[in-house]
């Protein structure tokens, strides 16, 4: 059974999701704390992907913003996380919060803050699954 990290990267907090390629399901996990130093970042992504015993991490890239200032951060994480020698796919990941915080507001989800990131990454996962049905 195949598994994939997703990672949704931010300045504070970094949202973090499991998906189980097969059945097309991704559940989040809990946030990181961003430490202000990608590689040690980098690393606390290796070590979830190895306990999840994933194969691959997608993060996450805006591509819609006028300052890419995070688009940039978001890349170097990336190759961070390849330097690491893992497998790494990017998506865009532009409107991932938004839309998380949109359905767990129908859903009636409670600490919507505290679950924004993870809900978020589980978009990321969504996201490459698709492009990849599309290709």
Do not use: H
């Amino acid at each position: 059974m195949s598994r994939v990290v997703g990672v949704d990267f931010g300045s504070k907090r970094i949202g973090i999701a499991v998906g189980i390629t097969d059945f097309k399901i991704a559940s989040p996990r809990s946030s990181l704390l961003a430490s202000g130093k990608l590689s040690t970042d980098a690393t606390a992504i290796q070590a979830i992907a190895l306990k999840e015993e994933a194969s691959m991490i997608v993060v996450g890239i805006p591509e819609n913003v006028e300052d890419q200032r995070m688009a940039n951060v978001c890349a170097k994480l990336a190759a961070e996380i390849r330097l690491l020698g893992l497998e790494v796919r990017t998506v865009d990941e532009s409107f991932t919060s938004v839309e998380a915080i949109d359905d767990m507001r129908e859903l009636k989800v409670s600490e919507k803050r505290k679950r924004k990131d993870g809900e978020a990454a589980c978009r990321i996962i969504e996201r490459y699954w698709d492009e990849q049905t599309l290709a």
